[in-house]
């Protein structure tokens, strides 16, 4: 039989993705960007915002140029916005410190920010020859059930297991296609929820298959329950326009635009009045809604707030906006739903 790594290369010629913007591409920011934006995120959503990410940062030099502001705009809605921070963060560094050039190696490319050892490894594999494997979610799951690794792959020691088996599956060439047939081949047929098998070029020797552990493999992340958390909102409203203060580089959306949080203990109108000298006139209690993070559930509670005559703010951070130019600014996605709900 064919190795595992052959098999899923010629499955690849003939049934993987060929037409994906970042392929047949060497350029290793292009190769980054990709790589930054697919954590976390289905290929799907990515498309959405990757050639429009490159007609605003063509190059390198221009995302290390460009304001962080307008770097969050053009990611909002991507979420996970920490990746957007140290993507600017990292082309900065790079610039600085390597005038531009990125390093070849895999260990030097993941000391740099927001770059973690899979995505190091699929950039120095891409760019530079190096042969290395991945252990993205997806190469996670078809290990899992080819090899019939049972334990939750997050853990530290059946992590270690995976990265120790992805190595010597390694093929001695055609590294890079072999890793785009890892991801087709977990993207396309090995998926999370009703695995296409009789489809699957290594389905003759797959442990899960076998052993009638496709559904159960990988095992699930131990569930714990989500504290919950609840917080308000003003909309401070003058007229057309709507008062937004960036939030800290920081923290839970950190680096964009948001609506001003109300403390909690304080009223509407002493805050306002108090925090930016505002005189509200009247306030209305909007609907509220549930949003889900990774670790956390928030209840958002809007309070739209009329603002009176003198509506002028000093603070750098702090920005009227019509809706016309909130549509366009990076705003977190809850905050947006929220303001599209308010008539």
């Known amino acids: 039989m064919p190795s595992f790594a052959q098999r899923l290369i010629a499955w690849q010629r003939r049934h993987g993705r060929h037409d994906l913007p970042w392929q047949g591409t060497r350029e290793p920011y292009r190769v980054w960007l990709a790589e930054i934006m697919l954590q976390q995120t289905q290929v799907a959503t990515v498309l959405r915002y990757y050639e429009r990410f490159l007609e605003r940062f063509p190059t390198l030099e221009a995302l290390a140029a460009a304001p962080l502001e307008e770097v969050m705009a053009a990611w909002s809605g991507l979420g996970y916005y920490a990746r957007a921070r140290h993507l600017h963060q990292c082309a900065q560094l790079l610039i600085s410190e390597r005038g531009g050039a990125f390093p070849s190696e895999p260990a030097a490319i993941a000391r740099l920010p927001g770059i973690g050892r899979s995505t190091a490894n699929a950039i120095a594999a891409c760019c530079f020859g190096r042969r290395v494997p991945i252990l993205d979610g997806n190469v996670k799951r078809v290990l899992c059930r080819h090899l019939g690794i049972p334990g939750w792959p997050g853990e530290p020691a059946i992590e270690a297991r995976l990265w120790h088996e992805a190595e010597a599956l390694l093929p001695e060439q055609e590294v890079p296609a072999y890793l785009q047939a890892q991801m087709d081949l977990g993207a396309l047929v090995c998926t999370r929820l009703k695995p296409r098998c009789g489809a699957c070029p290594v389905r003759d020797d797959c442990l899960a298959r076998r052993q009638g552990l496709v559904t159960e493999l990988p095992t699930p992340r131990p569930k714990k329950p989500l504290p919950e958390r609840e917080a308000t909102f003003l909309v401070l409203k003058h007229g057309e326009r709507v008062l937004f203060e960036l939030r800290p580089p920081a923290g839970i959306w950190g680096g964009l635009l948001s609506l001003p949080e109300l403390p909690a203990g304080r009223e509407a109108v002493d805050y306002a009045a108090q925090r930016f000298g505002l005189t509200v006139k009247a306030v209305f209690p909007a609907p509220s809604f549930t949003h889900v993070f990774t670790h956390f559930r928030l209840r958002l509670a809007p309070l739209v707030c009329?603002?009176?005559?003198?509506?002028?703010?000093?603070?750098?951070?702090?920005?009227?906006?019509?809706?016309?130019?909130?549509?366009?600014?990076?705003?977190?996605?809850?905050?947006?739903?929220?303001l599209s709900a308010i008539p």
């Open 306 to 338: 009329a603002v009176g005559p003198s509506a002028s703010v000093a603070e750098p951070a702090l920005r009227w906006l019509t809706a016309e130019q909130w549509a366009q600014a990076a705003l977190p996605a809850p905050i947006r739903k929220m």
